[in-house]
């Protein structure tokens, strides 16, 4: 019997505080209404999904190293630590999966420092300013990249 593509979800910094934080930015679902909506998609897809959320940095490492072997794709919000964290960069390097970076905001339409990822390198696809849409056309995008 095939099991389901196991597939980690990762939420960096202040993603906790969506629905309440900057919603003319981020809109107005909470991170609990996103991944109940994850869950239910990725059901439909045939995945097992994992979703996580940290304020810390190398929390989200660890479970980076954790998944290595283990995962069969990685979807990563890493909130502002995109555009900081070569430890998220060099734990991503481990993974031999397809790995989408994801946010919920155009970054390109926001302030410079927002333009560079130290994830994007590494990326397999980048989806951004889709809002919580976003979350499913990466479920979507990791799917199809599995199956082909």
Not at 1 to 15: F, K, R, S, V
Not at 56 to 65: D, N
Not at 106 to 128: D, L, M, Q
Request: proline fraction near 3%; hydrophobic fraction near 45%.
């Amino acid at each position: 019997m095939a099991t389901e593509p196991q597939i980690l979800l990762l939420n960096g910094p202040n993603l906790n505080m969506l629905g309440q934080r900057e919603p003319a930015i981020y809109g107005t679902d909470t991170l609990a209404e996103i991944e109940q909506r994850c869950h239910a998609h990725a059901d439909a897809l045939g995945l097992a999904l994992n979703f996580k959320q940290s304020n810390h940095e190398g929390e989200l490492v660890t479970w980076i190293q954790d998944a290595n072997g283990v995962c069969d794709g990685l979807i990563i919000n890493a909130g502002a630590y995109t555009h900081t964290s070569i430890a998220l960069l060099d734990a991503l390097t481990l993974l031999d999966c397809p790995i989408i970076e994801l946010h919920l905001s155009n970054v390109f339409a926001r302030e410079k420092f927002r333009h560079h990822s130290y994830i994007s390198p590494v990326a397999t696809g980048v989806i951004c300013g889709l809002g919580g849409h976003g979350y499913m056309l990466a479920m979507d995008a990791v799917k199809r990249l599995l199956d082909d």
